[in-house]
């Protein structure tokens, strides 16, 4: 006899056999059971989630002897006639085509006219259209009049994996079922009981690798498995599953998260030349690891962190061992990072480079300081007692106690040294770390500065001579997002100046060498004294026609 494949060899012959799509069968059966059937359906959802495999139970539903029913035939050894014509696709009432190689006009006449006849063989004539959004507009159009008002005893079923592409029109005149991708608890339970009747040996992590490959497809998990079967025979190791599937191991990606918990970013350049040699693509990885730190902060955040992951009992005890490395918010900071430098990756030019140099920079994460911590130093800084300082005795006073004096004071303990303030790069580093998150181009731009100060609640940034034509395009609204990201790292409000090193005429580049100009005038440092004003900004005001400004200025003296 030939080789029948798991996907047709274990294909649901009736509705209770369907998994994961509890809702659209209920549905089903109930207006069977109320004798509620609709002209036309439409089935709509990934591939292998059983589209094709409820529009045929539903024709047999219509056409069993017994029916219609929203039970045909449970017993597949000795089905009806009608139920196993159908089951085979031998019945001539029941038509089942394909869209993507039907979808001209020409090719929708002939189903027009045959539809018009009463059933030959069975109760209801039934056609099924695969893959419908792949027909023409035209054949569409041609659909409507005979889907609006079918002849009696006719039902259309629709199934489509692009639903979007469906003209409104269609739509409209189906009752429409959207069949949800399969979750892979029931597709590792269903996976199970195949390896059981099959006397195949497969582990929990292996069964739970094919669920992850086939991303919500029962069809694409049972192809996984005959694969497995044809490749390792009917003991399956996990390490064959991970050749098949072409999957990474959860050790690789631990050695990753160490590296980034731990702080040791000499061990990146070792492990990206490993999977590099493997043959695995850095994309593909980069997205494996996007879901290894998720994992990381689940275990770490909820109680029973089985109920979102397909893992083992194993690899949770690993993974809960890996998450006690760090808090919640260090897990949080490095997923969110990953998540935006993924697009990054996907457009490098370098993508190992960019990979490397990423996952370097996330390793010294948890040695930021948050800003609240150094709030709270300075605050404790401040807070404290003075001490006066010791006097040191002069050359003529003596070396011992006097006698009349009481028992010598104790030393002073010294005062707890301050915390180093961070460089002022460091500061501009995190500025454009928060600027990136909204605005990564202009990000990208500043970041060619040569240095950078930081004066009371300004920061001056400078670039190398000739390179001024980085910030003389910045636009007023690119200011303000710099500004802006500059008073949320910094806690207040601050102002951010631009300038070029060895520039001519010298002083700023933005927003100007007028702001300058500005604060020497006299004029404006005697508004500024009288009214209390501060300078937000500064236009150069063109010249009069005779050359001269008119009015007089502060230092003149009334008459």
Known sequence: MSYEIFARKYRPWKFEEVVGQLSVVRTIQNAISSGRIAQAYLFSGVRGTGKTTVARILAKALNCADGP??????????????????????????????GASNRQVDDIEPIREMVKYKPAFTRTKVLIIDEVHMLSTHAFNALLKTLEEPPPNTVFIFATTEFNKVPATIVSRCQHFEFRKISRKDIINHLMEIAKKEGITITPSGLALIAEAADGSMRDAQSLLDQAVAFSGENIGDEDLKTILGTIGQDVLMRFSTAVLDGTPEAVFGLVEGVVTAGYDLRFVFGKLVEHFRALLLVRSVEKPEDFLAVSPEGLAALRTEAAKAGPEDLLRCLLALQQAEPGLKYSAAPRIYFEAFFVKLCHFRKIVPLQDLIRDVEALKGAPAVPAARTAGPERQAGPSPAAGPAAPPARPAPAKPEAPAPKDVFARVLENLAVDRAPLAAMLGQYSSVMIKDNAIEVSFASGRGFFVTSLQDKDMRAVERAASDVLGREIKVRF??????GGGPLRPGRELE?????????????????????????????????????????DS
């Open 499 to 504: 300038a070029e090193e060895n520039a001519s």
């Open 517 to 557: 100009s500005a604060m020497k005038d006299p004029a404006v440092q005697f508004f500024m004294n009288t009214f209390k004003a501060q300078v937000l900004s500064a236009d150069q005001v063109p010249a009069g026609r005779d050359g001269a400004a008119k009015g007089r200025g502060p230092t003149e003296k």
């Open 69 to 98: 029913t929203p039970h045909p035939c449970p017993d597949r050894e000795r089905p009806c006639q009608f139920c196993k014509a159908i089951h085979e696709g031998s019945a001539i009432d029941v038509i089942e085509i394909d």
